[in-house]
Structures are given as C-alpha cells and as structure tokens.
C-alpha cells in the first residue's frame, strides 16, 4: 500500500493570499482527517470526512478555512487571505473502514505565510 | 473535554539504555490511546495503540506500551535505544465519535540519543 501523501509539502505565500493543500488518502480508506501542527504543539484536529460528506468541523476552522471530498477520494483544504497565524504544518490522515480508531498520517504540508 | 499531558519536554538518552516516555491521559469513558512518532519535518507514524483487552501492547521498532487505569497513564517503553529512535513522541487518546475517532495529542516528547 502507498501511504497518505499531500501535495505541495512545502507552500509560502504572501499573507492574504489562498492556498489550497492536496490530499490523497490510503486506497479504499473511507474517513480522511485533517489536522495542524505548529512549532512546538502535537497536532490538533480541524475536520473529517466520511466517504465526500464533512461531518465534523473544529471551532479552528475559521470561515477563511474551507476543505472539501468531492467524490470520496482525495481531499483539498484551502485557505483563503492567508495570515501569519496561518503558518503551520497541515496534516492529513486517513483510516479504512471498520478500523475507525487505526488512523495513518500523511508526511505534511508546510505552511509559511510572509 | 479529553486531554493528554507529556511532562517531559525532552529526553537525552544513552545509546543502548533504556527508555520510559512518560503519558497521563484524561477522559471520561474507555480511552483509545495511541503514540506516534515524528521525525524532523516528517509527519506521524504510529507505534502502537490500545483499545482493550491485554494492557502491554507491543508496537513496532521494539517499543511498548503498559495501559494503567489506576494512574491514567499510558507510558511508552523500549528496553534498548539505538540512535536512530531520535524524533518526537506524540502520545494521544481518541474520542470516539461513532462514525470516526478524534484524536487529542499532547505536546510531545524530544528524545535525544547520545552514542
């Protein structure tokens, strides 16, 4: 099995500009995950997916924050009027059906907003 | 509301010597309890993890686990560090949801192995 991989790894942009990360999950992984990580902090959880529907969305997630499953596959998560605050790593995750609790991180996008 | 606490910011271990990681957890109900490990700007791979049943769960690269219910803890062990297990130590317990588990980190562990 390949593994979760996001696309770009590595993004800085100008503060106010948007971002959109990638996210493949693990095939045939039915719930995605995504989560950030700042310097110095275990990650923390911004929202899943279950097959393309957003069923839970943390209070992190400003409204700037938009992440999407289209079609149950991969994952996109974009931010948009970037801030500095906004720099961090943006994990994603993936866990197959009937393992709900056996969750596989991605390497990480890293986000540096200037 | 859920929590992990790592009281040990960073560790400095001998090649060869033994290793405990230290984790207190918080939660209402069963935890499900995991560790991962990060390598610099790499993302998280997991160790091990509890759910039930026998409370030592071995994990990968020779590491353990021992679930304690009595002190909310869920230290991780190995029993000989080589130097390639530098990297950080996310201990977290998982809420679940009913369709899907959330986990909740803590601040993590820098294990430093000197040769």
């Known amino acids: 099995d390949t593994g979760v991989s996001q696309d770009p790894r590595h993004k800085i942009t100008k503060r106010g500009q948007n971002v959109t990360f990638r996210c493949d999950p693990i095939?045939?992984?039915?719930?995605l995950y995504w989560y950030r990580q700042t310097l110095g902090q275990g990650p923390e959880f911004l929202t899943y997916?279950?097959?393309?529907?957003?069923?839970?969305k943390s209070r992190l997630l400003s409204d700037r924050f938009s992440a999407e499953r289209p079609k149950g596959s991969f994952s996109t998560l974009e931010i948009q009027r970037t801030e500095q605050g906004d720099s961090a790593m943006y994990l994603c995750?993936?866990?197959?059906?009937?393992?709900?609790?056996?969750?596989?991180f991605g390497e990480g996008s890293w986000l540096t907003v200037v | 509301a859920q929590s992990v606490t790592q009281p040990d910011i960073h560790i400095t271990v001998s090649e060869g010597a033994s290793l405990e990681l230290r984790c207190n957890y918080s939660?209402?109900?069963?935890?499900?309890l995991f560790w991962y490990v990060q390598s610099p700007g790499q993302g998280l791979q997991l160790l091990l993890k509890?759910?039930?049943?026998?409370?030592l769960v071995q994990g990968i690269k020779g590491f353990e686990a021992e679930f304690k219910r009595s002190q909310s803890s869920f230290n991780l062990r190995k029993p000989s560090v080589h130097w390639s297990d530098a990297a950080e130590y996310f201990c977290?317990?998982?809420?679940?949801?009913?369709?899907?588990?959330?986990?909740?980190f803590g601040t993590g562990t820098r294990l430093q192995v000197t040769l």
């Open positions: 997916f279950q097959n393309e529907a957003q069923l839970e």
């Open positions: 939660y209402g109900a069963t935890p499900y």
């Open positions: 509890y759910f039930s049943g026998d409370t």
């Open positions: 995750a993936s866990s197959p059906p009937g393992q709900r609790n056996t969750i596989y």
């Open positions: 977290a317990v998982g809420t679940d949801t009913g369709t899907a588990s959330k986990l909740t």
């Open positions: 095939s045939e992984h039915n719930r």
